[in-house]
């Protein structure tokens, strides 16, 4: 039997996700010494035609191209994993879901006719079954090893589901909400970064989307008792992941309130 073939894909992205594999380094040659990497436009000219053993998709479909183009992505794989922000809720690219396209078409283009888009911008499982998601904007290669080595060895990827908060636990930090009022999405938050912001003092940004049992209303109603403005609410939770579940709902209960 050959080796595995590893296809990554680029939809509508920054390609922050794809350079946190490049970035592996020393992770990429052992990688690339398991398994045959033949389609990462990011990486190489070099591409090979299907079938692909695991195919990686960073970011969202945006026009009806890329809408035809993973279906055969899907078709070709015998595996899909998805990375980042964009390619599991849309991105940030996602805003325009609750605008009026048009409009923001005629704002941005001299000759919007000439611009093939969709209204939206969705994640890749909302047009193809999906055999995991890896969140986070961008995702942290750690976790992305473990899943390509997980799928490699057929094995369910060892990514934990707990939320932010318990990073911050495990790092000593001191609740930047309860101690200084700071806004911040770490209780419903996937975890996956390490906590970077509250460990400097920050806020979570809500970067690596709702975790499983997330539950952004208890939240809300906690940061307006501590005085926190509804406008700043609603802006904290339509950001990187603005159009996932439960993050959307809740947005769109305090958007064009006081």
Known sequence: MGRARL???????????????????????????????????????????????????????????????IQHVREVSKAVVTIGACATAGGIQALRNFADHAEMMRAVYANPQYIETLATSTPIAAHIPVDFELRGCPIDKGQLLQVIGAFLLGRKPPIRSHSTCMECKARG???????????????????????????????????????????????VRDLLERGVERPELYRLLSNFNAAAEPFRTEAERHDGQD
């Open 7 to 69: 296809a990554v894909w680029k939809f509508a992205s920054c390609d922050g996700c794809q350079l946190s594999l490049l970035d592996c380094e020393d992770e990429l040659l052992d990688i690339a010494g398991a398994v045959d990497i033949v389609h990462f436009l990011e990486a190489s000219s070099h591409v090979e035609p299907g079938p692909y053993d695991l195919s990686i998709v960073e970011g969202s479909v945006t026009t009806p191209k890329d809408a035809a183009r």
């Open 173 to 219: 930090n001191v609740c930047v909400t309860v101690a200084h009022g700071t806004p911040c999405l770490g209780p419903v938050t996937h975890a996956g970064c390490g906590a970077l912001c509250p460990t400097y003092h920050r806020g979570c940004y809500g970067c690596f989307g709702p975790s499983d049992a997330a539950r952004p209303a208890a939240l």
